[in-house]
């Protein structure tokens, strides 16, 4: 600024700056209260903004010490993920103290392994449990234990009374603690575990979204806000594995949107009644309440099939259907299409494909014989769809007129008419699910 110019941004109102500092990078905002004693105000009554990312490496860890012990909060969000410490380091406890009383908002906690060290996860600092103010907490490769002191008190204990998030991603974790942390998370919205659990048991008067990868046992016990439950795709091991996960929900749930179901890797219990192939829907073995549902099915495997056709019974309101076509685990095995195409011609119908469902996005289309004839059955009964969006997988990139062109080869006129009514082919190939964007309670299809 030359001489004799104004000072402008001086001249500015005190809540103005402060929303000017909140929004520059953390070592910026410290640099301003240099500037002026009006500055040094600002800057310490200015909720911020620190991501560990943002600062240099060599002096990263020291750097996040200085800022959250020399500015008084609150801090909106605090991103610690980049910072490589030992599991003994100060900064591990001193860190989540220094939180715990500066009003935290949005916390993620990360642990990262020194390179080239095999060690275990370090516990999850107690002082975590003090930070009362926080909204969304997300934290990565801990040991979780709550402190005896908490264990020793009632269930009822409030730990996180604002807690509207929670991501808890490579964390061990015991049942009774992830329990007793539902427990005492009273308005608790969204949880994301992407841990291996042994079961899950829901009860929880707040609880709108549930997201899960690894377990062996789900139940919704009580929770009359739940609304979305998701299953992420478990690794290719798991699939085919002779325990499969028992997922039990209760015809009065109110879940509205649940996938993706894998017809080998969840056995459904509805109402005590375990669902197999040959199971037909009656008021004991379904979920009305089913509006979207998302379905994994090989269709290259007749008793996969056959247990996808029976899922699709349980949820007679389905609305919004996705089918993700998933490869075959032995590409070379033979597929018995004629058997395939026996089935679906025998098959009973489906009231939510007769006379519910509006639209069908199948996802990972590869243009296999199996495949169409799942969509045949599908143009048999169909009365009340309005689109059929098949949507290409990675490997085998599909044009309209490619599809067509398989139509017309199935030698099926009046398939061919139906599709001419419904069908879309999407331009662009199907992208892998977004498991953190499917939580999002504003997202109307989580599976699009």
């Given at each position: 600024?030359?001489?004799?110019?104004?000072?402008?941004?001086?001249?500015?109102?005190?809540?103005?700056?402060?929303?000017?500092?909140?929004?520059?990078?953390?070592?910026?905002?410290?640099?301003?209260?240099?500037?002026?004693?009006?500055?040094?105000?600002?800057?310490?009554?200015?909720?911020?903004?620190?991501?560990?990312?943002?600062?240099?490496?060599?002096?990263?860890?020291?750097?996040?010490?200085?800022?959250?012990?020399?500015?008084?909060?609150?801090?909106?969000?605090?991103?610690?993920?980049?910072?490589?410490?030992?599991?003994?380091?100060?900064?591990?406890?001193?860190?989540?103290?220094?939180?715990?009383?500066?009003?935290?908002?949005?916390?993620?906690?990360?642990?990262?392994?020194?390179?080239?060290?095999?060690?275990?996860?370090?516990?999850?600092?107690?002082?975590?449990?003090?930070?009362?103010?926080?909204?969304?907490?997300?934290?990565?490769?801990?040991?979780?234990?709550?402190?005896?002191?908490?264990?020793?008190?009632?269930?009822?204990?409030?730990?996180?009374?604002?807690?509207?998030?929670?991501?808890?991603?490579?964390?061990?974790?015991?049942?009774?603690?992830?329990?007793?942390?539902?427990?005492?998370?009273?308005?608790?919205?969204?949880?994301?575990?992407?841990?291996?659990?042994?079961?899950?048991?829901?009860?929880?008067?707040?609880?709108?979204?549930?997201?899960?990868?690894?377990?062996?046992?789900?139940?919704?016990?009580?929770?009359?806000?739940?609304?979305?439950?998701?299953?992420?795709?478990?690794?290719?091991?798991?699939?085919?594995?002779?325990?499969?996960?028992?997922?039990?929900?209760?015809?009065?749930?109110?879940?509205?949107?649940?996938?993706?179901?894998?017809?080998?890797?969840?056995?459904?219990?509805?109402?005590?009644?375990?669902?197999?192939?040959?199971?037909?829907?009656?008021?004991?073995?379904?979920?009305?309440?089913?509006?979207?549902?998302?379905?994994?099915?090989?269709?290259?495997?007749?008793?996969?099939?056959?247990?996808?056709?029976?899922?699709?019974?349980?949820?007679?309101?389905?609305?919004?259907?996705?089918?993700?076509?998933?490869?075959?685990?032995?590409?070379?095995?033979?597929?018995?299409?004629?058997?395939?195409?026996?089935?679906?011609?025998?098959?009973?119908?489906?009231?939510?494909?007769?006379?519910?469902?509006k639209r069908l996005v199948f996802h990972k289309f590869r243009g296999h014989r199996n495949e169409f004839e799942f969509l045949k059955f599908v143009a048999r009964g169909a009365k009340a769809l309005q689109s059929l969006l098949l949507v290409?997988?990675?490997?085998?990139?599909?044009?309209?007129?490619?599809?067509?062109?398989?139509?017309?080869?199935?030698?099926?006129?009046?398939?061919?008419?139906?599709?001419?009514?419904?069908?879309?082919?999407?331009?662009?190939?199907?992208?892998?699910?977004?498991?953190?964007?499917?939580?999002?309670?504003?997202?109307?299809?989580?599976?699009?």
């Amino acid at each position: 600024m030359g001489d004799g110019e104004e000072d402008l941004i001086s001249a500015l109102h005190d809540d103005l700056l402060g929303k000017i500092i909140s929004r520059l990078l953390v070592k910026d905002a410290a640099r301003t209260a240099v500037l002026a004693s009006r500055w040094r105000h600002v800057w310490r009554s200015t909720p911020l903004v620190l991501y560990d990312g943002d600062l240099p490496e060599p002096t990263r860890a020291a750097t996040v010490t200085r800022v959250l012990a020399d500015h008084p909060g609150p801090f909106r969000v605090v991103l610690i993920q980049n910072c490589r410490l030992a599991s003994h380091s100060p900064e591990l406890a001193e860190w989540p103290r220094l939180l715990a009383a500066k009003d935290v908002e949005t916390l993620l906690f990360a642990y990262q392994k020194p390179a080239g060290k095999a060690q275990g996860l370090p516990r999850i600092p107690a002082d975590i449990f003090r930070c009362a103010s926080l909204k969304q907490l997300f934290l990565n490769c801990w040991t979780w234990t709550i402190p005896p002191d908490h264990l020793s008190r009632s269930r009822s204990l409030v730990v996180f009374p604002q807690l509207l998030l929670l991501t808890l991603t490579n964390i061990a974790i015991s049942d009774q603690d992830l329990d007793h942390l539902l427990a005492a998370s009273p308005v608790l919205e969204n949880i994301i575990l992407a841990c291996p659990l042994k079961r899950l048991h829901v009860r929880s008067q707040s609880l709108r979204s549930v997201l899960v990868s690894l377990l062996d046992e789900f139940a919704v016990v009580e929770a009359p806000l739940l609304d979305r439950l998701f299953f992420a795709r478990p690794p290719a091991y798991i699939i085919g594995a002779a325990d499969p996960v028992r997922l039990r929900i209760a015809s009065t749930s109110n879940l509205r949107v649940l996938g993706y179901i894998n017809p080998m890797v969840h056995k459904l219990h509805i109402n005590g009644n375990i669902i197999k192939p040959d199971t037909m829907a009656s008021p004991s073995t379904v979920v009305p309440g089913i509006q979207i549902l998302a379905l994994n099915v090989n269709f290259c495997d007749l008793e996969e099939v056959k247990m996808a056709a029976s899922l699709l019974r349980c949820f007679p309101n389905t609305c919004t259907l996705h089918i993700q076509s998933v490869m075959p685990r032995d590409p070379s095995e033979p597929t018995g299409e004629e058997h395939h195409a026996k089935f679906w011609q025998e098959a009973t119908p489906v009231e939510c494909l007769r006379s519910h469902v509006k639209r069908l996005v199948f996802h990972k289309f590869r243009g296999h014989r199996n495949e169409f004839e799942f969509l045949k059955f599908v143009a048999r009964g169909a009365k009340a769809l309005q689109s059929l969006l098949l949507v290409p997988s990675k490997e085998k990139v599909l044009s309209a007129d490619e599809v067509n062109g398989m139509i017309d080869g199935l030698g099926c006129p009046s398939f061919q008419a139906w599709t001419s009514k419904v069908l879309l082919v999407s331009r662009v190939v199907d992208k892998d699910w977004y498991p953190m964007r499917a939580s999002d309670i504003a997202v109307v299809d989580p599976f699009l």
